[in-house]
């Protein structure tokens, strides 16, 4: 018995199969890429594909219209072989790219939010400057009367340029050492990390090579963003980012970490992070600044505790199981060779440490990024993503803890969900009598509406609270035209018809999304109503509120407190700052100085394990409701 | 068109060729092993393959009886493909074994000699200390209270053991050791090095597997060779040899130098050495030692400076063109995964210094290991291998120079060479009136002749010229039963009839064995000669010589002064030191103290390139006849 996987855009894949064998776990097998945030188990709706010849045993489920079905289409997860069959498997990359987060600089509010950033941090006192050199050499050429060795002669005239007492030269160097001397006529650039009294060669190239490369990478559950820098001045040579392949091995960590654990698991995902994700972005970047990869010469990741497990192919096990112990906070000597990823082979690769099972790297270089640890003001940090994590404290402490938001605020968990890129509602208003909305829509003026992004469902689901559409609960409670119900009674409000989509297909928002929001923010809330608590404070000591991820810069606080997504504090204490986690690897990548006060302000941060704390639990049931069980905490609401 | 390697032992090979095309390089190109060692210029004979069917256009040459013409061997040299044909080729590992020297230790002789070697380095005052440790831990096991991540919680363990500061893990520790300390259930071995106040680790095992190994090698353009010790005690756990797998791309450093500048020959020689000579006998010897190839910390290399080239992957090219400028003599931080050696990927590679073109690590471990570096006498040390070394000084200066000798002393140009195990004849004696030989013979007491071992041809030629039977050129002289002539005219002495030998073939000794022997031993003593005019000095001031290499510690010092090899000194100044390459080499791997002597020897010793040295020519033109043109340098010689 055999199936036969139609990828689109790539070869059919053919593996046997017995019968009764489950569909998603055979395309696992066959690598073939499936999108399955919710790692199988139904949820998300995400791993449809279409049945092209043969039978499937298959549940429709509420994520398939009837009409779907009857085109064939079919969650893989709830499909079993019955025999021979052929199924269509939609491009998984464009799947990753509708749920890509903006913060990836793609924008220029966030180019200018980011650059903001790496000011403070100078201002904050961090220099800029790191260890890497390029020297031009202009060798003398060997004589039966000068016989000093290559080696030799290449170290004698990096001392007498530098002013250094040791050289060191590295066998990837080395053996290619005889050849370019000869044919660059010992004319040529040596690039490298100055350390102390000692030049470690890192390149040789011909002379008029002369540039010096770092890479700042975000590695987030869901995507993955990377800016190429020159460590000479700073500028940014290149940026992109994509979808994190992982995503096939489930949506949020605690999947992963259960894949990771199966034979070959390890391996399995971290191919996906280095060779199917980070791979073909550095060598695109590379490719778009002109520059070759071994002239990336420092590598610095921002991620999280299970994805820098992931990313390094050390097992994440322990990161979800109780005493919760990870291998490793912090990781000193890593190299680009390790992780055979495409860059000089000895270029340090810096990661910013963890501090806890879930608060990690992508915190303490947001952290760094965000400058609370250098203020006297009490700061509130958020950082949303797949997983939600805060930071509370100020240059005297810092408190930190995380919570599992899902991939809600990307556009994972809900049917419409985009990216901030053209055709994305990002702001709505409703008018309270006639339940009409009007959109505010990304791109041009007769741009059409796509789906929605984050800050678009935090205004929508906000306006449909504040004109009582849905209560408290997030149940559709007034009935109107753009209220829907489907056969199994599933309201759902209609922000565009049909017809009025650039894709033809309804934009709507329905229960389960506003379910899976109001968990996630519920998450989000009770994480931080328990980290203050914990050092017996309250919302009022709050100063500032930094709130970094990938939502997005249009995001309306007002509309965020509203449905008690975020303390009810005033306005103007809230500021968005953008992927602070690449704002972090950036800053560290390129200055010495920044690294070590990432180490210090992790050193200096202390971590509160959410999921075995007295009273986490109840914290989150009060607070998936619209704004809160408790009324009070947010006078401000519309609804209080 | 194509030929069918038809390969002893192992699976045929086709390969595609045209009309006209030379076999031995369709066999290489097919990547069959032919033993080679003049490289293809029809000189040595040894290329032999057996025409099974089909049809070549084929030279005999002197190489090849009539006989074994007719039963159709042929010289894959000199064959040129005229259609489809299958040749037989014999297993090369068969050739090399007999090609074999024999200082690998494996006579009771060599490992008496090696352990006064490392005794005399004791008494000189080198202490044997390493830094690498085996630290057993007993680590807490983590629980709610104690939530120290993995990496941390193995350097606190390991710093409060050895009061050390700080504890490095690298990568490939630290990617296994979630899972290795969770199976040990937190109780481990870490083997490691100690450095300053810094313990890098290398290996994490189970706490009973202490062992603690280093390598010593030997790699000669011959023959390797090869000893497992153990770090703490000093103790041989394991040794071995074999031909150097190189071969087949020439006998001596020149051919070698040639190939490996060819498209792809820097990778195949490298793989010649590293991935079939070595690593099979690093794998053999873990095996007979019970231990892990990671146990292996270390490992030290003595050899020529263009095997050092060709072992590290780095153009030889320079070593053999004016201005003899090699890439390196010394080498820092080479690890063994660098050259993917079966061992703990760390673990340093020590490499003994190379001090010119033609006088590499082989001879400055090999002066570490002769002691000569700490006397006030005079010490000419001459190690005896393809490549003839020559140092002479005290511990006041140390000259150096290297001639090519050719594979001679090993058996390589001789038509019955072989190694001194077995059935080799070891030791002759003649009468003078009836010219019939006593012969000695290797193994027990009724053992048949197989062949002559080094030490054996210097007493048949020493003897054949003291009898007058070859006149001072090497020609045969005198008539007699045990003279014979080819059709040709070569005439050649039988040691032993084909019915009294152990292969049913005859064991002689003929004109061209002789000549190959005279240039080789005229080889090394107009190298002697022109070292000591040098430095204005004569004979007369050497208070000893020190003979070293694969020659066997059977060799007749008075027979080597007769035909003119060594020096004419007191017979009572010659000492046989063994293999003294992996004597130092071994020394270096036990001790830092003697890597260090290494480097100093090497740093004070002249070397002086002899092809561009004036005189040098006429001096071995001179030394071309026995005992050498000018009887006066050998007053002591039978026929002076």
Request: net charge negative; charged share 20%.
């Amino acid at each position: 018995m055999k199936v036969t996987f139609q990828i689109e855009g790539a070869s059919p894949v053919i593996i046997a199969c017995n019968a009764g064998d489950n569909l998603l776990e055979l395309a696992r097998r066959a690598n073939v890429a499936i999108d399955a945030p919710c790692s199988g188990n139904g949820s998300c709706g995400k791993c449809r594909v279409r049945l092209v010849e043969g039978e499937l045993e298959s549940v429709q489920t509420r994520h398939l219209t009837d009409e779907e079905y009857a085109e064939g289409w079919r969650l893989s997860c709830y499909s079993k072989v019955l025999g021979d069959c052929t199924v269509f498997v939609p491009d998984i990359a464009s799947a990753y790219q509708s749920r890509m987060k903006t913060a990836d600089l793609s924008s220029p509010q966030e180019v200018v939010i980011f650059q903001e950033c790496q000011e403070q941090l100078h201002a904050s006192g961090i220099r800029f400057e790191n260890p890497f050199r390029a020297v031009v050499l202009h060798l003398p050429v060997p004589s039966l009367e000068d016989t000093m060795p290559d080696n030799e002669r290449l170290s004698w005239g990096i001392r007498d340029a530098l002013g250094v007492e040791r050289v060191e030269i590295p066998f990837a160097v080395m053996v290619g050492l005889a050849h370019i001397l000869r044919e660059e006529n010992f004319a040529v650039c040596v690039k490298g990390r100055l350390e102390g009294d000692c030049f470690h060669c890192m390149e040789i190239t011909g002379s008029e090579d002369t540039v010096l490369v770092g890479a700042a990478i975000d590695i987030g559950t869901t995507t993955v963003t990377m800016v190429l820098a020159d460590l000479a001045t700073g500028a940014i040579l290149a940026k992109g980012s994509s979808g994190n392949g992982q995503i096939r091995y489930g949506a949020d960590v605690i999947n992963r970490i259960i894949q990771q654990g199966r034979p070959g698991g390890r391996k399995k995902l971290q191919d996906a992070i280095i060779k199917e994700t980070l791979s073909p972005i550095l060598v695109n970047l590379c490719k778009s600044a002109g520059i070759s990869a071994r002239s990336i010469l420092r590598l610095s990741v921002g991620a999280n505790t299970t994805m820098n497990h992931l990313f390094v192919g050390v097992d994440a096990a322990s990161v979800r199981m109780e005493p919760y112990v990870p291998s490793f906070f912090s990781w000193d000597g890593l190299l680009a060779e390790d992780l055979k990823l495409p860059a000089n082979p000895l270029a340090p690769v810096l990661i910013a440490p963890n501090i806890g099972s879930y608060v990690g790297g992508d915190i303490t270089a947001g952290t760094l990024a965000s400058g609370i640890w250098d203020k006297d003001e009490m700061s509130l940090f958020i950082d949303l993503g797949t997983n939600g994590e805060i930071v509370f404290g100020n240059r005297d402490f810092l408190m930190s803890c995380a919570c599992s938001a899902g991939p809600a605020f990307e556009g994972g968990d809900i049917s419409c969900g985009m990216r901030a890129t053209d055709g994305a509602v990002e702001a709505c208003v409703l008018d309270e009598a006639t339940m009409e909305p009007s959109l505010t829509i990304v791109g041009d003026p007769d741009q059409r509406p796509v789906g929605i992004c984050g800050s678009g469902i935090i205004d929508i689901i906000s306006e449909l609270f504040r004109t009582g559409i849905i209560n408290a609960k997030g149940l559709f409670v007034r009935e109107g035209e753009r209220v829907k119900r489907d056969d199994h009674g599933m309201g759902r409000y209609v922000l565009a018809w049909a017809e009025e989509s650039e894709t033809g297909r309804e934009i709507s928002i329905n229960e389960v999304d506003i379910d899976n929001f109001i968990r996630a923010k519920g998450a989000i809330f009770s994480a931080i109503d328990t980290l203050l608590k914990s050092v017996d404070m309250t919302v009022d000591v709050i100063d500032r509120v930094y709130v970094a991820g990938g939502i997005g810069s249009g995001i309306n606080m007002k509309n965020a407190v509203n449905i008690g997504m975020f303390p009810d504090v005033e306005l103007e204490k809230f500021h968005y700052i953008g992927n602070s986690s690449l704002s972090g690897a950036y800053a560290m990548v390129m200055s010495d100085a920044a690294a070590a006060k990432t180490a210090e302000v992790a050193a200096n941060m202390t971590y509160l394990e959410l999921s075995t704390y007295p009273g986490y639990m109840d914290s989150f049931v009060a607070a998936c409701f619209l704004p809160h069980t408790d009324a009070r905490l947010f006078p401000n609401s519309c609804r209080s």
